[in-house]
Structures are given as C-alpha cells and as structure tokens.
C-alpha cells in the first residue's frame, strides 16, 4: 500500500480516459471518474449501457484499450499489463456480484476465512477472530457450520458481504448485489450495505433500487452506450435530471 504517500484528498479511484471494447462495441467511451476515500457511489443506467463493465475494469476484472486507471495508489495500464498492481488491488478491493459466488464446497465459515488464511496469510486464530466478528455483523452467526446450499439467497449474500470485509478491502465494489434475491430478502442484504457505508466504506455500486440509492449514495451516476450522461447528488440525478436520457430512463424505473 501507498498510504504514506496519500492524504485524505486522494481520491481511492480514479479513470482518466478510459476507452474499452468488446470487439468493435465500445463500451466505456472516455471515462473520467474519481471517488474520494469514503465517498458512497451509486451507478445507474440500463442494462447494456456498461456498468458491469465499468466496475469489474477497477478491480481488473476486464481489460481496458486505452486511459488509466488507478487503486489506492496502484495504477492499471491498459490491456491488463497490471503486473503486481493488479495483485494488490485484488486484496485490496472487495466484490460482491449478483450470484453469490459462495466456495458450495466449504462452510459458511470456511469460506469466509479462506482467503484470508490463502492470500493474506493469517494464521488460523486470527481469521476465525475475524470471521466470527464479521458473521455476526451480518447476522449469520447460527449458520456458521452450514454449506451455502443449506441457506437463502439473502443469507447466502450477507456470507458473500462478510467474505469480501474479511480481506479488509480499502473499497468495495458492487453489481447488482440484490438483483437474483426474493424481494422479502432484498432488505436484509440492503440494512448490511447501509451499515457498512454509515462506517465510511468506500463503495461503487451498480443497482435497481432507487429508494437505496437515493438515501445512502453521496453521488449518483447515470451512464448510457458506455458514457457517463449525468452525475450529482441523488436529489440532483433523481429529482432534477436534465439529460434527457436520464430523464427517459428514470420515468421508466421510477
Ligand atoms: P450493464 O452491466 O450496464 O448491463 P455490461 O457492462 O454488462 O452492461 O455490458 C455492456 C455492453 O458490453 C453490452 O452491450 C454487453 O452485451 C457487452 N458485453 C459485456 N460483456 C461482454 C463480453 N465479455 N464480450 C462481449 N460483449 C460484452
Ligand atoms: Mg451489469
């Protein structure tokens, strides 16, 4: 980490530039776009227009052509050539998808104390400590021993929530971490996140729920055909749109 280096006013993101193709499709078209340590990120637009892409390239996820993008200090160059940048921010930025992605093979608790254990080589103790701590938080203490398939899909991502903090990520990336869930669940994974920006996370998160957005996000970013369109507070991007593509976009989830 670079944090000698680093004052508050660093943003822990930043996009300059950057260009991104799937083939001839051009995905994210000159993106500019910091985010300041504990700044709460809500990214919006319709499905296609780039969100996924957006945030799976600021964990390297995806390639990019051309720009740069920088992590808490790491700097990404284009075509993945990350080299040991791209390691660290992988430690040092947690994501939660849409489908869990839980290890089926381990316990709720075993999959919370892998990588800690594998990647950030802490001994046994010290990641139980972590993973109890972090499972309660969640509200999933009682089914610490059960295997993913044992649980709902709202308890099944609150284990993901607890995996990702349990690598004490400097940011948090989310894509549509409520989209695949029963609507009686969606509250319960919404009430972890809300906790988890009233700490002063730094958050990026792509999502449906307008209501959410609208109460826990400092910024609200809406992106068409891989451009961000219009950005501001949520009372801004929701109550005042004035691109008219946000505007067509809001009067149809709204
Ligand atoms: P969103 O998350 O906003 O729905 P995505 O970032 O997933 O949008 O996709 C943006 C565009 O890129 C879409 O047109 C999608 O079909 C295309 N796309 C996404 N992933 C790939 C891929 N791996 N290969 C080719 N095209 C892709
Ligand atoms: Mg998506």
Redesign the pocket.
């Known amino acids: 980490m670079n944090d000698s280096q680093q004052d508050s006013t660093t943003p822990i993101v930043t996009l300059e530039k950057v260009n991104k193709y ?2 001839s ?1 051009h ?1 994210m078209q000159d993106i500019d776009l910091e985010i300041a340590a504990g700044e709460v990120v809500v990214i919006v ?1 319709a ?7 957006l945030i799976r390239c600021v964990n390297g996820l995806e390639e990019f052509q051309s720009g740069r993008i920088v992590v808490d200090g790491n700097e990404l160059t284009p075509y993945g050539k990350g080299g040991k940048s791209l390691q660290t921010i992988r430690t040092e930025v947690g994501m939660v998808f849409q489908q869990f992605n839980l290890f089926p093979h381990l316990s709720v608790h075993a999959n919370v104390t892998l990588a800690p254990v594998k990647v950030r080589g802490l001994n046994n103790t010290k990641a139980r400590e972590i993973a109890d701590r972090l499972l309660e938080r969640v509200g999933i203490t009682d089914q610490a021993d059960k295997y993913p398939s044992q649980l709902s899909g709202g308890q099944q991502q609150r284990v993901a929530l607890a995996r990702a903090l349990a690598m004490e990520p400097r940011l948090m990336l989310f894509d549509e971490p409520t989209s695949a869930l029963d609507p009686e669940m969606i509250g319960e994974v919404l009430d972890a996140m809300r906790e988890l920006a009233n700490e002063g996370m730094t958050m990026m998160i ?1 999502t449906h729920e307008m209501g959410f957005a609208r109460e826990v996000a400092d910024r609200v970013i809406f ?1 068409h055909d891989g451009r961000i369109v219009e950005q501001g507070s949520p009372q801004e991007v929701f109550d005042r749109p004035q691109h008219e593509r946000t505007q067509a976009f809001l009067s149809r989830v709204l």
């Open positions: 799937f083939g499709l995905v637009g499905s296609g227009s780039g969100k996924s892409t792509v992106v």
